[in-house]
C-alpha cells in the first residue's frame, strides 16, 4: 500500500471546514478591511486560503517517479 | 410595459457575443476531433480534457448563470445570510480533491460514463442504479429551467421579451442554437464555450466591484444604506445566532450535494486524469472568489435603491443603472452565456444518465454504443425542450420550488456513490431503503416550508434546531443504511458481486502524465 502515504496530508483539508463551518467566530462587524465588515472579508480571505492548502496537498502528494 | 423600450446599445454587443458563441459551439465538433458516434467522445469529450479545460468546463458547470443572478438577489433579500454561497464554494474543494479523482479513477477504469453505472457495478444493483439516474435526471430538470430564467432576465432588462405572442420568441432562440450545438458536438462545446463567458465574467467582476462602489459612495456608505433597508424587511448584515446553524449546514450540504449532480460529474469524468482534478481542485477557489465579490452586488443593489420583487432582475436593473450601456451588454452577455454553458452539460449529463441506466438497461440491452450515443443526443433534445416549456408554460416559482426540492433528493444518493467509493460493506438493500426514507422525509419537509425555503425548524430533544432539510434528510438516511446494513449483512442476506476491484481506486502513476499542460 505505498499509495497510502499520498494521502497522507488530507488531514490539512479540515482546516477550512473549522475556518468557515462555525460563523459565531466571524460574524462580527469588525475589525473593518476596505469598507467591508469582518464577516465578509474574513470569508473571502478563507477562499484564498483553502486554495493555497489545496496546492499545498497537491505538491506534496507528488507522485515520486 | 406597454411601450417597448429596446437598449439598442447593450442588446447589440449581447447579439455579437452572443453569435460569436454560437459559432465556437458548433466548431467545437471539429476541436480535439474524435468519433462523435460514441458516446464516450460525444457525452464525455473522450476523457481527454487537461488542467485548463477542465477548470474553464467546471468554472462554466459549478457557477451557472443562475448563481450569479440569484446570490446577489438572495443577499438582496435577506443580507448576510445569501453569503452563505462562499463557504459552501470553500469547503466544496476539499471534498472534491478527497472524492472526485477516486470517482474518476474507478469510472476511467470500468468504462463508467454516469454514477449510476458506477452504483450497479459496485453494489451489483440495478434498482439502486435506477434509483440513482432517476434522482439525477429530476434534480437537473429544473437547474436547466433555472439556467433560461438567467437568460430571459437580461433579455427583459435590454427590453427585448414584452411583446404579446411572441414574447418568448427569442428565449426560444436561443435555446435552440443551443440544442443544436450540443447535438452536434456534444461535451465539446460547453468546454470551448466556457472560456469565453469566463473571459466576459471575470471581466463585468472586475468592472463592476471596482466602478459600481466608486459610484455609490464606498463599501462603508453601501453597508450602512443596506443595514436600514434589511432591518426594514428582517435581514440584516451580520448573521444572527439563530441562523448559524442554518447558514452552515447549508453551505456544508450543498457542498456534497453539487458534487453529486450528474452535470458535475459528467465535468469531471471528461478530465483526463485523476491528477487533474486535484490540480483543479486547487485552482478553482478563484471562481469562488469572483462569486463572493458578486454576491456583495446586492448590497450595492440596496445602496442603488433598486426596487423590484422579481428576484432575478435585481443584478440586471443595478447593472444597467450604475455603468455605460455598452459594458452593460457584455455584462449581459456574461450571464446568458454563463447559461448556456452549464445548460449543455446538464443536458449531456441528464441524456448520458437516461441512454446508459434507463433506455439501454430497461428497455433495449443490446443497445451498441453508437445506439447509446444516438440515443443520448435525441434525450439531450428532449430534456431541454423540456426545460424550455416548463419556464414559458409554468409560472417560474415552480421551477424554483423543484430546484429546492432537487438539492435535497440529488444528496440522498450521497451514501451510494460517495459511500461505495470507500466501503462495499453498505447492503444494497439498506442503501435502497435509506434513500427512499431520504427521499420522502426531505420531501415532506420541503412541503411543510411550502417549497418557498430549505431550511427545516426540526425539533429534537426537546429543542428546535434550524438547519438545511437536505442534510436532516441524508442524516436519516445514513443512519438507517448504517443499522440496516448491520441486520442485513448478519442474517446474511444476498448482497450480489462487486464488479469493481480493490486498484481501480487507486491512483496509478502510469495513467498519470506529470506534466502540467
Known sequence: MTEKTKQGYYWLFLIPFIGTLIPPIYSKMDPQLFGLPYFYWYLILWIIITGIIGGIVYFLSEPKR | ?517
Open chain 2, 1 to 517: 410595459m406597454g411601450v417597448i423600450h429596446i437598449k439598442w446599445q447593450a442588446f447589440i454587443i449581447f447579439l455579437v457575443l452572443f453569435v460569436f458563441v454560437a459559432g465556437v459551439g458548433f466548431w467545437a465538433a471539429r476541436w480535439r476531433r474524435g468519433d462523435l458516434t460514441l458516446l464516450d467522445e460525444w457525452g464525455l469529450g473522450g476523457r481527454r480534457f487537461g488542467t485548463w479545460v477542465t477548470w474553464f468546463l467546471l468554472g462554466g458547470d459549478l457557477y451557472t448563470a443562475y448563481t450569479f443572478i440569484a446570490v446577489p438577489a438572495l443577499v438582496y433579500g435577506v443580507g448576510a445570510f445569501g453569503f452563505f454561497a462562499v463557504p459552501y464554494t470553500i469547503v466544496l474543494y476539499p471534498i472534491m480533491y478527497i472524492v472526485m479523482p477516486r470517482l474518476w479513477r474507478v469510472c476511467k477504469a470500468n468504462n463508467f460514463v454516469t454514477p449510476s453505472d458506477f452504483v450497479k457495478a459496485r453494489f451489483d444493483s440495478r434498482s439502486m442504479s435506477l434509483a440513482v439516474a432517476v434522482t439525477g435526471i429530476l434534480a437537473t430538470m429544473p437547474y436547466i429551467a433555472l439556467q433560461l430564467v438567467g437568460i430571459q432576465a437580461v433579455l427583459v432588462a435590454m427590453g427585448i421579451n414584452s411583446t404579446g405572442v411572441l414574447k418568448d420568441l427569442p428565449l426560444f432562440i436561443a435555446f435552440a442554437i443551443l440544442a443544436a450545438y450540443t447535438y452536434t458536438s456534444g461535451l465539446r462545446a460547453p468546454a470551448l464555450t466556457a472560456v469565453v463567458k469566463d473571459i466576459l465574467i471575470y471581466a463585468t467582476v472586475i468592472v463592476a466591484v471596482i466602478a459600481i462602489p466608486a459610484k455609490l459612495g464606498g463599501f462603508t456608505h453601501i453597508f450602512s444604506v443596506s443595514q436600514t433597508a434589511l432591518l426594514a424587511k428582517k435581514g440584516n448584515i451580520i448573521l444572527t445566532p439563530k441562523l448559524y446553524g442554518a447558514f452552515s449546514t447549508l453551505a456544508l450540504g450543498s457542498a456534497f450535494a453539487l458534487l453529486l449532480y450528474p452535470h458535475v460529474i459528467t465535468g469531471t469524468l471528461s478530465s483526463k486524469s485523476g491528477r487533474t482534478i486535484e490540480r483543479n481542485s486547487a485552482l478553482l477557489p478563484l471562481y469562488s472568489v469572483a462569486l463572493a465579490l458578486l454576491a456583495l452586488l446586492g448590497f450595492m443593489a440596496l445602496a442603488a435603491g433598486i426596487k423590484t420583487s422579481v428576484s432575478s432582475e435585481v443584478v440586471p436593473l443595478l447593472l444597467l443603472k450604475t455603468l455605460p450601456e455598452w459594458f452593460v451588454g457584455i455584462a449581459f452577455a456574461a450571464i446568458a452565456i454563463g447559461a448556456l454553458v452549464p445548460a449543455a452539460i446538464m443536458s449531456i449529463a441528464a441524456a448520458n444518465l437516461f441512454s446508459r441506466n434507463v433506455y439501454k438497461e430497461f428497455f433495449n440491452h443490446g443497445a451498441t454504443t453508437q445506439q447509446e450515443a444516438k440515443v443520448a443526443k435525441v434525450t439531450s433534445l428532449i430534456v431541454k425542450l423540456g426545460a424550455l416549456l416548463f419556464v414559458v408554460i409554468i409560472p417560474l416559482k415552480y421551477a424554483i420550488y423543484l430546484q429546492t426540492l432537487g438539492g435535497i433528493w440529488i444528496l440522498q444518493t450521497g451514501p451510494a456513490i460517495i459511500g461505495g467509493l470507500w466501503t462495499r460493506w453498505f447492503h444494497k438493500k439498506a442503501l435502497l431503503i435509506g434513500w427512499f426514507v431520504g427521499m420522502a422525509w426531505g420531501t415532506y419537509m420541503a412541503y411543510t416550508l411550502k417549497f418557498a425555503s430549505s431550511t427545516y425548524d426540526l425539533r429534537i430533544f426537546g429543542k428546535s434546531e434550524l438547519g438545511y432539510a437536505a442534510v436532516y434528510a441524508v442524516i436519516a438516511n445514513l443512519v438507517l443504511v448504517v443499522i440496516l446494513s448491520a441486520i442485513f449483512n448478519a442474517a446474511k442476506m444476498s448482497n450480489g458481486v462487486d464488479k469493481t476491484s480493490a486498484s481501480d481506486y487507486l491512483p496509478d502513476a502510469q495513467i498519470e502524465p506529470a506534466k502540467v499542460r
